[in-house]
């Protein structure tokens, strides 16, 4: 069966005592097969909480899915039950955290934690269930013999290389990593992006990759979505984005960072700060920080429209194309 | 002596451990010139935040000399010292802890004028005047005089962080990772900021980041740091054109470049950092290194100048 991951229409809400907190609003995003799809944004512009829905890891007493559907392999995961939804996190689709620190038990030996993976799904002898925790650590470049070790035992990357064992152990066939290196000095970055590639070829997973830094989606992902306050605003393949972004926030996100490879003597911020959460403006949400600001834009918001062959952009800029 | 801020001459920093000696700081020597931006860059607990710390004597150092507008600061008295610190300031990295939440915008931007006693506290209209001042210089607006930390986010959190270090009108400033906690549009708006102070007060600073892009930005002279010890010192163009450590080189090469047609080709390196605790002879990168010898992990490199300004440290160079 193919294996897509379809997201469709998702709007959540969290409920605050600030009042509602409009994170998702109508978004859409394909994860092809095997494909790699990076996903931008700062910091609350909704990408974890995206990732939390499609995986049903939102917190049950403030989230609530207004709209939408997540399909994945004919099911729309939002309407699965519980039971179900056990079997399909980690053997069919996992996910990697932020922060290697703290996603990990840390009164468990690290080889505890990657059997603890297998042995949910899967009826395998004890022996069986320890090989496979030997040759996946060998894998992500860990020597097998560290199995016995406690999580601080481990140096940051080496958890961080754990926690992608954990999740790649069953062969899931898409892997959701919200940050996965953020945390990391770049040199390690480099190595942990490089092994989850690997691996990813190796298994043929897709992957949908959260990340705030621009340099990262470039050289790992071929389709990149960038979030704005709970919205997609502009989506398409990465060379296209880096040829030719067309949206006022993603050239804004573009021009604030310094690049290793052109030199600028200064660089370009975006005016202002991220909308606040709990309003629902009439018109675009990136309106008041938008160089291009038009009229039409403060009255109605524009929709998600197609400018060249799957390069969609959210603006009223690209409306007569 | 004119040009030169600030000299440090074989600076070292020692902890002292349970489990034995940390060598966080070891054999530095480097001079900035006024109104100049020195880079410092490394990766996590290579000592670069310490170095920074102990050129403002936060960290007192175990030895080495360091020398402010030509006078040796290494051994002045306490109540000097305070003196000083008119002069050297210090913003820190993580505005979310580096602010005292129980201390309002204008407490905190007016603290270090009754340290110093610039003002005495009865003063109240004159400080207040300051502190508005200042609020305008780092692009606060006023009507945040009485909020509290909580109530403003990371890029005004640093923006006072920044307002309290420029409020004695100092000449050198350490900037421990400021923009390292911000968002890439806040932490634009933030560098923007401190270039045009720089430019107005003819400030000088030291630059301590672990993004290699942002010190590029930034810096008149960049000192790559490894496990404690400098092993590369140079202008950006020779740094970025022509990284002569193997660290160096790895480090450039790890930096994924926001360009989806320039694929990165990276140095491999394997291994991460070794612990800084009763660190042997020898290189302390040679461990990793592509190109070490076994004299590389008997004999520790001197420093080379390879051309004017160019400093490194590594046998292929001696």
Known sequence: ?321 | MSNTILKVKNLTKNFYTASGVLSAVSNISFEIKTGETLGVVGESGCGKSTLGRAILRLHEPTSGEIYFDGTNITKLPPAEMKQLRNKMQIIFQDPYESLNPRMSVSQAIAAPLLIQKRYKSSQKHEINQKVLEMMDLVGLARRLVNSYPHELDGGRRQRIGIARALVLNPKFIVCDEPVSALDVSIQAQILNLMQDLQEQFGLTYMFITHDLSVVKHLSNKILVMYLGQMVELGTPSQIFENPLHPYTQALLSAIPVPDPNIPMKRVALTGEITSPINIGEGCRFAKRCLYAKEECSNVSPEIKKIEPGHLVMCHLFS
């Open chain 1, 1 to 321: 069966m193919n294996s897509d991951l379809i997201i469709k229409n998702l709007s959540v809400n969290y409920q605050t005592d600030d009042g509602l907190v409009y994170a998702l609003d109508q978004v859409d995003l394909l994860i092809k097969e095997g494909s790699s799809h990076g996903l931008v944004g700062e910091t609350g512009a909704g990408k974890t909480t995206l990732a939390k829905s499609v995986m049903r890891l939102l917190p049950e007493r403030t989230a609530r899915v207004i709209s939408g559907e997540v399909y994945y392999q004919g099911k729309d995961l939002l309407k699965e039950d519980m039971a179900a939804i056990r079997n399909i996190r980690g053997e069919q689709i996992a996910m990697v955290f932020q922060d290697p620190m703290t996603s990990l038990n840390p009164v468990l030996t690290v080889g505890e934690q990657i059997a603890e993976a297998i042995e949910v799904h899967g009826e395998l002898s004890k022996s069986e269930v320890q090989q496979k925790v030997g040759e996946i650590l060998e894998m992500v470049g860990i020597p097998a013999d560290r199995a016995e070790e406690y999580p601080h035992q481990f140096s940051g990357g080496m958890k961080q290389r754990v926690v992608i064992a954990i999740a790649l152990v069953c062969n899931p066939k898409v892997l959701i990593a919200d940050e996965p290196t953020t945390a990391l000095d770049v040199t390690i970055q480099a190595q942990v992006l490089e092994t989850i590639k690997e691996l990813r070829q190796k298994l043929n997973t897709s992957m949908l990759l959260i990340t705030h830094d621009l340099g990262v989606v470039a050289q790992n992902c071929e389709h990149v979505s960038v979030m704005y306050a709970g919205e997609i605003v502009e989506s398409a393949s990465v060379k296209e984005i880096f040829s030719g972004m067309k949206h006022p926030y993603t050239k804004g996100l573009f021009n604030s960072i310094p690049k290793i490879n052109v030199n600028v003597t200064r660089l370009i911020p975006i005016s202002g700060l991220m909308p606040d959460p709990t309003q629902k403006p009439q018109g675009c949400k990136f309106a008041d920080r938008c160089p291009q600001m038009m009229a039409i834009c403060l009255k109605s918001k524009p929709e998600l429209k197609e400018v060249s062959p799957e390069h969609h952009v959210r603006c009223y800029l690209y409306d007569s194309i």
